[in-house]
């Protein structure tokens, strides 16, 4: 069973920055999936914050957090990071990693999440 498990959340201050780590497990090639990081804030819905789509390479972005974070597949270690700089209060939230390898991501598997909190 393919499973994700979130690493590297915790209280920043608002500035600074924190990488956020994905672990795919269950003799899965991380590969073969497009992977992708979601965040959900107190009070407001899942929201899409970055995605890699399969082994191209190819990246996209939510606006809001544009220019300011980055995702990163390695395919060796079988995980996915997502770097997270100039951190605002409007990033806390809890971030999921998903994968998926189909159409839609409510299909894929997920991570427990993992709590990020930028103090103002």
């Known amino acids: 069973q393919v499973q994700l498990v979130e690493s590297g959340g915790g209280l920043v201050q608002a500035g600074g920055s924190l990488t956020l780590s994905c672990a795919m497990s269950?003799?899965?090639?991380?590969?073969?999936?497009?992977v992708g990081w979601f965040r959900q804030a107190p009070g407001k819905e899942r929201e899409f914050v970055a995605a890699?789509?399969?082994?191209?390479?190819?990246?996209s972005y939510a606006d809001a957090v544009k220019d300011r974070f980055v995702i990163s597949r390695d395919s060796a270690r079988n995980t996915v990071t997502l770097y997270m700089s100039n951190l605002k209060p409007e990033d806390t939230a809890v971030y999921y990693c998903?994968?998926?390898?189909?159409?839609?991501?409510?299909?894929?598997?997920w991570g427990q999440g993992t709590q990020v909190t930028v103090s103002s």
């Open positions: 998903a994968a998926k390898r189909g159409k839609d991501w409510s299909q894929g598997v």
């Open positions: 269950g003799r899965a090639l991380i590969s073969t999936y497009a």
């Open positions: 890699a789509l399969w082994s191209n390479g190819r990246a």
